[in-house]
């Protein structure tokens, strides 16, 4: 008799781990192991169980099944995991710390701009039950539901560890480190309680959640469900990798489950001694947390005071448009509900300044769950091969309205996962006053990206396409193979609105590095400032 699948918190199939199985008043009934898809066969009588799981490497636990509905049971590894709650807050809000650990740890929180600055340590943590700093995980679809941490055997309010959000807004990080020498961080997103400066910068957190593929779902892996058993072999069970990610991405929207923020960033973390300098090592961290460091610390650097905001909190209104001059987006921000777009256009129509200085941004709409705790993407792509679909440009043209609208361009694959300097197109136009650059130039040579290195236009890159309003001016072209480079450009409203619009995941890896890309950010900064028209 099939009693369930064991699988661990990425939803892979766990072998030969141990069980005990009892009777609900805890009477001896067999003792079995799981098998290589990670199913527990018992010879049993219909009714409720109890078992009891070890394995090597992972937690203990204890769980009830039914005969006849197969469990679906979840264990944690030994690995460090963490994560403030919620990841964004106001200063003066209180957050909770939540953390796995397999022993005790020190706790400590940072600041993250042009410098690796400590704010405070919050202490060691441990307990008087051995290993009691573990998390049990709940059974159920931990990407969907949450994590649940802090709920199993938290019961005094002495076992949590309250944080009060810092005055000063910005990206902050919580480090933490073992005795035995492992580590770990993860960010968390601070608003001001009152805008401070006429600048404010938006965390692409509703993106770092799609990549977020704890729980065995994210985005682009199990997106329209968890699958009925464990995943074996990635390659061989996941249809990103079976039927290809473009097809997998055909499901009725209201067809995808929820993703849950209440669950560890996997993706997010940055090294104890890592600096804002560093390269942007592995696959995901130029379009995450640690990408965005990057900017805030390109824009401490020059002298940008600024504001920083999670999605959410320009989805409610928490960021109040209307008291800023200027709002920054960062490297990828893929991921916006209507509201946010509704908010930023009308603002912009209102004489509001937008720099976009990423690529790939607005493609594909989410819905926010009531608490704000967890969205569900709307992930189907249009069907090219419907004529009435066919010049829909994105996910979120085909849920909503053409982004390109507001940014004046929006991602196409040519030139995807290559990188490249742009070249000048309008040596003439104000964005390259004092630059000493003219046309057929290259600029953006240098980047801190590992995965797509090569420039400044790279990985995903926008491009003008007809949904564009008629005021583009495009200034500079990337020069990425089959003319797939970004379409750099600035747009400019009766209103006095303005937009500037790179089009490139890798603009932001390359600010650092590049003086010409300095130059052309900051003129248009400054214009967008001082220019009261």
Known sequence: MLLGHVSNELYQALADVAVEITDEDGTFRTITRSTASGAVHADLEPGGYRLVLARDGYGPKRCRVITGRPAMIRMLSDSLYGYVWPKWSAAGDTAELRVHSPEPYRATLWRYGLRREPVELLGWFDEHGPQAMRQVLPDHDLARDGAGFNQTGFTSPGHVRRLTAPDRSGLYYVRIETPSGRQTSFPWVVAPAAPSTPVAVLAGTNNWNAYNRFGGRSNYINEAGLPPT??????????????????????????????????????????????????????????????????????????????????????????????????????????????????????????????????????????????????????????????????????????????????????????????????????????????????????????????????????????????????????????????????????????????FSVGSMTYIPSLLLDDQLTRLTNTVLGRFLEDES
């Not at 055909?250 to 489950?257: H, I, K, L, R, V």
């Not at 069907?383 to 507001?406: I, K, N, V």
């Not at 070249?423 to 136009?429: C, G, P, T």
């Not at 390259?432 to 590992?450: C, K, N, Q, Y």
């Open 230 to 499: 464990p995943v074996v072999s990635a390659r061989q069970d996941l249809p990103r990798y079976v039927i290809g990610n473009s097809v997998s991405q055909t499901a009725p929207n209201d067809a995808y489950p929820p993703l849950s923020f209440d669950r560890p960033d996997l993706e997010c973390a940055v090294g104890p001694d890592e600096e804002v300098t560093d390269p942007l090592a592995g696959r995901l961290s130029g379009t995450l947390a640690p990408g965005f460091w990057r900017l805030l610390g390109w824009l401490e650097r020059e002298g940008w005071a600024h504001d920083v905001y999670a999605d959410h909190q320009l989805h409610t209104g928490v960021l109040d448009l209307d008291r800023y001059r200027v709002l920054i987006l960062e490297c990828h921000p893929e991921y916006w509900s209507r509201e946010m777009y509704d908010r930023v256009r009308s603002w912009v129509e209102r004489g509001g300044r937008l720099a976009y200085l990423g690529g790939n941004g607005i493609d594909c709409e989410i819905v926010y769950d009531e608490a704000g705790s967890a969205a569900t993407y709307l992930t189907r792509q249009p069907d090219r091969t419907d004529p009435a679909q066919a010049s829909l440009e994105s996910r979120f043209h085909h849920s909503y309205r053409p982004q390109a609208e507001l940014l004046g361009s929006t991602f196409t694959h040519t030139g995807e996962g290559t990188g490249a300097p742009y070249r000048v197109i309008d040596a003439d136009h104000w964005a390259f006053a004092g630059s000493g650059l003219r046309r057929g130039d290259l600029f953006g040579l240098a980047s801190l990206s590992e995965r797509v290195p090569g420039g400044a236009s790279g990985h995903e890159t926008d491009k003008i396409t007809p949904s564009a309003p008629a005021d583009v001016e495009l200034i500079a072209k990337g020069t990425n193979p089959d003319d797939g480079g970004a379409e750099l450009l600035l747009r400019r409203l009766p209103s006095g609105g303005q937009v």
